[in-house]
């Protein structure tokens, strides 16, 4: 998962604070290579949940510190509060990898594998020839996007009019799931009839390695999108969108205004899948669930 303003590639109000902390400026643990302190967890918490909507919470420090801390390494600086008062003096590429820093990208294909065969249902639900759009904004590294499209041409056929956008907040990610090469590993739960029909096996140096077909390829678009900002470049609404496990990184109020955000740019009667973990039960106004984790917009 990531975001910032929609931007093609070739090819997740006030901050929330930790309940109980206090503004402590000693540092937490002794031996680290920079210092790190309760008060630079809590300008981290602000800024990410400002930038992405992300809310971290208490049990994240030894995690932000890792991973912030390669970007001091980066950046040449030498301490958390030089790093976040340069931060937020400059509006460049920066905030990027500070957004790509503090995502976390869990992924496999075709994880949660009843949602594919609900999606290959509604596809077929249709009649042949209807054009399809459909959004997945927590892309990745791209096992989803390409699970999806696999579906449509199973259900579909090969020159169905079928189109995926797939975005996500971390443009490092996007870049891995345009290339579309993957370890054997990744692919193990895949039928040796998908790999062969899908995948392009790598040979001498690429062995061990394969690469998503061009016909999954071009199916999709790639682009980063934030799902906090209100600046979704859209024109045309979607039959379906795939948003899982992304809103489990968001409060309630954030988790709302996204679910009001997808309402709009989905298609009355259009479909809406969710990770495992995720229960809108409350946004009844806008979404009837009609199965395990899968809503019908209103």
């Given at each position: 998962m990531r975001q910032a303003s929609a931007t093609?590639?070739?090819?997740?109000?006030?901050?929330?604070?930790?309940?109980?902390?206090?503004?402590?400026?000693?540092?937490?643990?002794?031996?680290?290579?920079?210092?790190?302190?309760?008060?630079?967890?809590?300008?981290?918490q602000t800024l990410i949940y400002q930038r992405a909507g992300i809310s971290l919470h208490d049990g994240k420090h030894a995690m932000v510190y890792s991973r912030l801390s390669r970007r001091l390494r980066e950046t040449g600086h030498a301490s958390f509060r030089e790093y976040l008062d340069w931060l937020e003096r400059h509006d460049g590429p920066e905030w990027q990898e500070f957004v790509?820093?503090?995502?976390?990208?869990l992924t496999a294909f075709f994880r949660e594998q009843h949602h594919f065969e609900i999606l290959a249902t509604y596809l077929r639900s249709k009649p042949?020839?209807?054009?399809?759009?459909?959004?997945?904004?927590?892309?990745s590294t791209g096992?989803?996007?390409?699970?999806?499209?696999?579906?449509?041409?199973?259900?579909?056929?090969?020159?169905?009019?079928?189109?995926?956008?797939?975005?996500?907040?971390?443009?490092?990610?996007?870049?891995?799931?345009?290339?579309g090469v993957y370890r054997m590993d990744a692919l193990k739960g895949l039928s040796?009839?998908?790999?062969?029909?899908?995948?392009?096996?790598?040979?001498?140096?690429n062995a061990g390695l394969m690469r998503a077909k061009p016909e999954l390829r071009n199916a999709i678009e790639f682009m980063i999108v934030n799902l906090i900002r209100d600046d979704w470049p859209f024109r045309e609404p979607f039959d379906v969108v795939f948003c899982r496990n992304v809103m489990?990184?968001?409060?309630?109020?954030?988790?709302?205004?996204?679910?009001?955000?997808?309402?709009?740019?989905?298609?009355?009667?259009?479909?809406?899948?969710?990770?495992?973990?995720?229960?809108?039960?409350?946004?009844?106004?806008?979404?009837?669930?009609?199965?395990?984790?899968?809503?019908?917009?209103r």
């Open positions: 093609p590639l070739s090819k997740r109000g006030d901050p929330v604070r930790p309940a109980g902390g206090e503004e402590s400026s000693g540092p937490l643990e002794q031996g680290r290579e920079f210092a790190w302190s309760n008060a630079d967890f809590l300008r981290v790509n820093a503090l995502t976390t990208n042949a020839g209807t054009p399809w759009r459909v959004w997945c904004n927590a892309a096992e989803e996007p390409y699970s999806i499209v696999i579906t449509a041409l199973e259900a579909l056929g090969a020159k169905a009019p079928f189109k995926l956008t797939a975005s996500d907040i971390d443009s490092r990610v996007l870049a891995t799931a345009a290339q040796s009839e998908r790999l062969q029909r899908f995948f392009l096996r790598g040979k001498g140096g489990i990184y968001f409060d309630a109020a954030t988790q709302r205004s996204v679910l009001e955000r997808i309402h709009r740019v989905l298609k009355p009667g259009g479909m809406l899948f969710v990770g495992h973990a995720e229960n809108f039960s409350e946004s009844r106004d806008l979404f009837t669930l009609r199965g395990k984790t899968v809503y019908e917009r």
